[in-house]
């Protein structure tokens, strides 16, 4: 009985592990690397976060869970400090942190700010597929 809820244990772990690991990773924001998946003109998020806004903290996890569907499998994910990059934040023109801003095609499709709605940052993600 022990054994099968190892191997039960051991099979939830696997299954955890393959999906975190399928999951896009948000990489910190490079003008160049920016620059070339907007021109690629797939999928593309930029999100402005500071360490510091309760509204950033709360959009974190709810990008990480979209991101880590498959559906979201090809796009690429950015993250601009607003407080430490104020270059990248002017090169996306946002205003204030808690931006979520997606690109399709090579240019811009949608933008929100202060948004902690699940549903709503889904509809957002969804433009640029």
């Known amino acids: 009985m022990l054994s099968r809820r190892v191997m039960l244990l051991g099979g939830l772990c696997a299954v955890a592990w ?3 690991a399928q999951a896009a990773p948000v990489a910190p924001f490079s003008a160049d ?3 070339a998946a907007v021109k690629q003109g797939g ?3 930029v ?6 806004c309760p509204i950033c903290r709360a959009q974190k996890p709810i990008l990480e869970k979209l991101l880590a569907e498959p559906r979201f499998g090809a796009m690429r ?3 601009i400090d607003f ?3 104020q270059p990248s934040v002017r090169k996306v023109e946002a205003r204030v942190q808690s931006t979520l801003i997606v690109y399709k095609g090579g240019r811009e499709v949608g933008r929100s700010v202060g948004e902690r709605q699940p ?3 889904e509809d957002l993600l969804e433009k640029a597929l």
Do not use: K, N, T, Y
Not at 47 to 52: F, N, P, T
């Open 18 to 20: 393959s999906a975190a």
């Open 33 to 35: 690397a920016f620059d």
């Open 119 to 121: 549903e709503w940052i």
């Open 77 to 79: 994910a950015f993250e």
């Open 47 to 52: 999100h402005i976060h500071a360490a510091w």
């Open 43 to 45: 999928p593309v998020l």
């Open 83 to 85: 407080d430490g990059d």
